[in-house]
């Protein structure tokens, strides 16, 4: 078994502001080499993990480790050239071209006065290669559609060449063709370069497609850890998202057919 | 319509791909604007015999041109960039285009501790750069202190520029109060509060040029981590930068440039304001470009405003931030319209 690259160990996170935590008393081992995926409800804790192991948001309670150590001691530039986090939402200034976007992945690598090497350059076409957005790459941010912004964004922690990444919802915007050539590349760099990633998903069958381990989130908790097959099950998908479903297995890929809401359609 | 809005936008954008086009267009501009503020008034001093008129004493026009014209223009040149430059990078920090050091009180709080000084302790009067970039700074901390109180990112759009124009208001109240009291003392009431550049000499540049010096090649040092504060936290942060050390550096900055400009020449407004969004609109928001053209436009238009100042309605001479207040005030509403609408 490889070594555990990035935990969190009992680790409490809540928002500025917020009144309860939305993550409560989370244990989640990531292992180098290895693709966890996060499903669960809206608001179950998901992204708030995601921010925790990044580091952007400092646990109340409990650690996050990095190799390790303490994730919040090592310096951010560091951090930040073995990880790379896509968040959710974000925002982006008018008027910024694709490819600068893009190019600001290479800032950990290359200091704040230092000028771009012909490796940065690569690193910066390679993405956009990748993202299936060359074309595109002269045009503004806010010119682009939703699920070409989104790949923009996705480009940019490409460029990161980091060994590890943290993607909140990387799918969502996207349409079908781009959602799996996204899931294909990540699961071709894991096969290949050994790349280490942790991602929320929405899509039950695409979570069980891509990771070896999902996390079931519910109400700030892990709900159920492990393989797909064993995680996902019937019973969990009705205690967790409260619908009936029924989980199959078809040539080797898990198959989730929703039934509608437990409740909801019972009383129709 | 669209189709030519489009057209017009793909030529800017292969504009703002080659800067060194736009930086000698601007350049051309500041030396003509320069030349015009040294050669007219109430001696009209020919371009052709400018050059002479300053480097040779002997020269009839040499008092004019050299102790009293020259000094104004480089006093006049510095106050615009530092302006604009201090506007394009509190726009940056609070990463909202209506942010400007007159907007953000932030030359109110200079202001303020400079007229303290000046009638409090006038025997420290050398002290009063100093004073006003604390006056400054405080002005900055209070903000981001507001800002972060409320929640980690910056506060939504208008409440840091309306908890500005609040700070703004109060300390022009204080400052008017300071001056009343010590009517004999306090320079020239009108003149500070809107912003003038009459009478400046070469000491005076010297107190602005260094402030504004330092403070230009500090901001253009941090260009790079200027364009990551663009983005948003989380995604500034994911790539290495500390956000909130790079947003209070880039915050300092800000004061120490609008802390020498108010230091000779009042609370002059909104230059921070018009030049970096319209540099903006041109060339797009990275800071390699915007900060050098926002320096180089806002020296230009407060030499403009100066020259017109002095020879629209000669020998009567009007206070220049009154002139840019004429153009920045209703530049700052279409920007809020547009804003909110």
């Known amino acids: 078994m490889s070594t555990v690259v990035l935990a969190a160990e009992r680790v409490h996170l809540r928002h500025t502001g917020a009144e309860h935590d939305a993550v409560r008393d989370v244990i989640l081992e990531v292992r180098a080499g290895e693709i966890v995926a996060l499903v669960g409800p809206n608001g179950s804790g998901k992204s708030t993990l995601i921010a925790g192991l990044a580091r952007e948001l400092r646990p109340r309670a409990g650690w996050v480790r990095f190799e390790g150590g303490d994730a919040f001691r090592i310096p951010r530039r560091r951090f930040a050239q073995r990880v790379a986090l896509l968040p959710q939402e974000p925002a982006c200034p008018e008027g910024l071209t694709v490819e600068a976007l893009v190019g600001h992945g290479r800032h950990p690598h290359v200091g704040a006065f230092a000028a771009r090497t012909a490796h940065d350059e690569r690193a910066v076409r390679r993405a956009l290669a990748a993202m299936d957005l060359a074309d595109h790459r002269r045009r503004k941010v806010e010119t682009l559609s939703g699920g070409e912004r989104r790949r923009a964004w996705l480009a940019m922690t490409l460029a990161q060449e980091t060994d590890i990444l943290l993607l909140d919802e990387p799918t969502t915007a996207l349409d079908l063709r781009h959602q799996w050539e996204v899931l294909a590349l990540l699961a071709r760099a894991n096969q290949e370069r050994g790349l280490t990633v942790v991602v929320s998903l929405h899509d039950l069958e695409q979570a069980a497609w891509l990771a070896h381990r999902v996390a079931v989130m519910h109400r700030g908790r892990v709900y159920a850890a492990g393989e797909p097959a064993r995680c996902l099950t019937e019973e969990t998908l009705r205690d967790v998202f409260g619908v009936d479903s029924r989980v199959t297995k078809e040539d080797g890929s898990l198959r989730v057919r929703a039934q509608g809401p437990a409740d909801a359609l019972r009383s129709l | ?341």
């Open chain 2, 1 to 341: 319509m669209s189709a030519i809005a489009a057209r017009a936008r793909l030529h800017l954008a292969a504009r703002s791909e080659r800067p060194g086009l736009w930086i000698g267009g601007f350049g051309i501009a500041l030396l003509a604007s320069a030349m015009a503020a040294a050669g007219l008034g109430a001696v009209a001093v020919p371009p052709g015999q400018l050059g002479e008129a300053a480097l040779d004493s002997g020269h009839p026009l040499h008092a004019v041109v050299w102790d009293v014209r020259l000094p104004r223009v480089a006093a006049a040149a510095a106050v615009g960039a530092a302006l604009a430059v201090s506007g394009a990078l509190l726009q940056t920090v609070v990463r909202n285009p209506l942010a400007d050091p007159a907007v953000l009180g932030v030359t109110g709080g200079a202001g303020l501790a400079a007229v303290a000084t000046l009638v409090m302790v006038p025997e420290r009067s050398h002290w009063v750069p100093a004073f006003a970039f604390a006056g400054g700074m405080a002005t900055v901390g209070i903000l981001l202190a507001l800002a972060w109180l409320r929640s980690r990112v910056v506060a939504g759009p208008l409440r840091i520029v309306l908890s500005g124009v609040a700070l703004q208001a109060v300390f022009f109240a204080a400052i008017a109060l300071l001056m009343f009291a010590f009517a004999d003392r306090a320079p020239s009431f009108t003149a500070f509060l809107v912003g003038s550049l009459n009478g400046l000499g070469w000491s005076d540049v010297a107190v602005v040029a260094l402030p504004t010096g330092i403070g230009l090649v500090a901001s253009l040092a941090a260009i790079r981590t200027l364009d990551l504060l663009l983005l948003d936290d989380s995604t500034a942060g994911g790539l290495g930068l500390s956000v909130r050390r790079a947003r209070f550096g880039a915050a300092t900055v800000a004061a120490l440039l609008a802390a020498g400009a108010v230091s000779v020449a009042g609370l002059v407004g909104f230059v921070g304001l018009v030049v970096p969004n319209a540099v903006r609109l041109l060339v797009g928001p990275a800071h390699a470009l915007l900060l050098t053209l926002s320096a180089i436009g806002g020296a230009t238009l407060v030499l403009l405003a100066d020259t017109g100042a002095r020879v629209s309605l000669a020998p009567l001479e009007l206070p220049v931030g009154a002139l840019l207040a004429l153009i920045g005030g209703p530049y700052f509403l279409v920007l809020l319209w547009r804003k909110l609408g």
